[in-house]
């Protein structure tokens, strides 16, 4: 029977490229994770790896692999869908397999000097040559530039395939949004001695990715596999793209200032910022009602016709679409709506408050519906017409979740006994930090962190297996 599985049922050049990226972007996910483990255990033994492997660097890595292997799926999203959406192959495959490995083994170099090198001397040729220092987009000077390189040639290529294929909405909205997310990268580019001017740039690039670009994007995503997975009316989903970019455009921009409340800009933002943040969850919230009653009405039309209701062609992927819904609202919206205000805010700033929030919204706004994707992308390569979740998809599915909400609730504890005892009560002094860090609560939140990021790896390891077996097992079972 195995002599008959067919590997790759893909058409087109760009989703072979497609799946080249996801397959990079699962890997990083993993040394993402694992670099995480490090890191949280370091934290309830320091001497853990003690003088081997520094904190810093294992938190580097683990937040920078984050950011690069969700651009990996990104990127890889874009290729897959292309064709689809406009009925043609993109304009130059050889110019993207090209620019793929370049990139790729300009990660991989960036990253072993990271794990083998760690430090530099502080001078220039360390921003050069080993990391610029900047959270989430520490690649040092020289990859920087190659990166921007590379989204050209990626740009490129998207935008030439637009305009000669068919322009729905959806391609639309992704060339347009895609300019705006590459041209921020620009932002977080450059230098200066002065660390409020650094860091209000900086947070162009983070937070309007986050809050703004990153959450089109992933509009478009799934605005596409609703349409692919369940045949939802295109009307419909292209009506609320544009709500989300019209609503999440005007919030998220000016939502900025939520990050400038204590870094020295000026008083005023403390007003922009609460303001505007707090209208951030709006959209958040009206696509999530949009959803459920969506579903709700259709099964209710389905059931007065005594038919079953939609029946999904790929019910991994829609288990993580649906897990997007739900992880956007509750990390990003409720967990970001928390500590926005800045009356909030100056108790909560920089706790484990903030990393339970990091933690929920990145994984439940980005790579719940990045996984999603993964899924979309190995039914057309094994040419699967309906894949059904398998224990394995579900056990994966319900691991990794578990684990990351264990982890959220477990960082919230923790960032809560920060509030109280260090912030509150003994008024946020260096002493304060190292007294709370010691309380119970404390320590036991840390410990739970770990337990359920262990939890988490389990669910990672089962979802590469069914990712790498699912395809196989459905085409089989099919012919
Ligand atoms: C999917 C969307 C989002 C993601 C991925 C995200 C991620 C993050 C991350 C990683 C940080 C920590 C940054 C650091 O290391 O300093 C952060 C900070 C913050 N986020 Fe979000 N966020 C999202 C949406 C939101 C929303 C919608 C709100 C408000 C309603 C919000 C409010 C905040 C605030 C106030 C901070 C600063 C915390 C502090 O002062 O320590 N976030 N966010
Ligand atoms: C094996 C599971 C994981 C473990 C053990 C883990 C552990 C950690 C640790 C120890 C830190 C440093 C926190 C600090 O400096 O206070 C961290 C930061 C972070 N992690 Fe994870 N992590 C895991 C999975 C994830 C996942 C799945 C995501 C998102 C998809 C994620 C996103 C982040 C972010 C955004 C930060 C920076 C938070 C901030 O600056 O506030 N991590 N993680
Ligand atoms: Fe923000």
């Given amino acids: 029977m195995l002599t008959s599985i067919k590997t790759n049922e893909l058409k087109f050049e760009s989703q072979k490229i497609g799946m080249m990226y996801f397959r990079v972007a699962i890997i990083l996910f993993g040394a993402q994770l694992l670099m995480g483990l490090i890191a949280a255990v370091q934290f309830l033994y320091p001497s853990f790896l003690f003088e081997i492997f520094d904190f810093s660097v294992a938190r580097t890595v683990h ?90 040639v990626f740009y490129f290529n998207v935008f030439a395939t637009y305009l000669k294929g068919e322009r729905t909405g959806i391609m639309t909205v992704m060339v347009a949004n895609l300019l705006a997310l590459a041209g921020l990268y620009l932002a977080g580019m450059g230098y200066t001695d002065n660390i409020s001017m650094d860091q209000y740039w900086w947070w162009w690039v983070i937070h309007l990715w986050v809050e703004a670009t990153w959450e089109v994007f992933v509009g478009t995503l799934a605005a596409y596999a609703l349409i692919k997975i369940i045949g939802a009316k295109r009307e419909i989903v292209e009506m609320w793209l544009w709500i989300e970019v019209l609503m999440l455009f005007g919030s998220g921009i000016l939502g900025l200032g939520h990050h400038y409340f204590w870094i020295g800009t000026p008083e005023y933002w403390w007003e922009i910022g609460a303001l505007f943040s707090a209208l951030e969850p709006v959209p958040l919230i009206a696509m999530f ?26 019910t991994p992927a829609m288990t993580w679409l649906v897990a997007n819904a739900f992880g956007n609202f509750l990390g990003a919206g409720i967990w970001g709506f928390f500590h926005t205000l800045p009356q909030v805010n100056i108790y909560t700033h920089g706790t484990q408050f903030t990393s339970a929030h990091g933690h929920l919204s990145f994984f439940g706004a980005y790579a719940t519906i990045l996984i999603g994707m993964m899924y979309l992308a190995i039914q057309g390569t094994y040419g699967v017409k309906r894949m059904k979740s398998t224990s394995l998809s579900k056990w994966a599915a319900f691991l990794t979740m578990f684990g990351v909400m264990g982890m ?38 840390l410990a739970w962190r770990l337990v359920m990021g262990v939890v988490t790896f389990v669910g990672f390891a089962l979802l590469v297996v069914d990712l790498l077996s699912i395809g196989k097992n459905a085409q089989a079972a099919e012919r």
């Fill in 408 to 445: 959220g609730i477990a960082l919230t504890i923790s960032g809560y006994e920060q509030v109280l005892v260090e912030r509150a009560e003994l008024g946020a002094t260096w002493n304060a930090f190292f007294t709370a860090q010691n309380l119970t609560w404390m320590v036991q939140g």
């Fill in 289 to 314: 009602v949009h959803v459920l009653y969506d579903w709700g009405k259709e099964q209710g039309i389905a059931k007065a016709k005594g038919e079953p209701g939609t029946v999904s062609s790929n």
């Fill in 63 to 152: 937040i920078n692999a984050l950011v690069v292997w969700m651009l990996y799926a990104m990127i890889g999203s874009v290729y897959y869908m292309i064709p689809d959406e406009t009925g043609r192959e993109v304009v130059a495959p050889g110019i993207a397999k090209l620019a793929f490995w370049v990139l790729t083994a300009a990660v991989t170099v960036v990253v072993l000097v990271y794990i083998f090198i760690q430090v530099g001397p502080g001078t220039e040729s360390s921003i050069w040559l080993i990391n610029e220092g900047r959270e989430y987009l520490a690649a040092p000077r020289w990859a920087d530039i190659g990166i921007v390189v590379v989204v050209l």
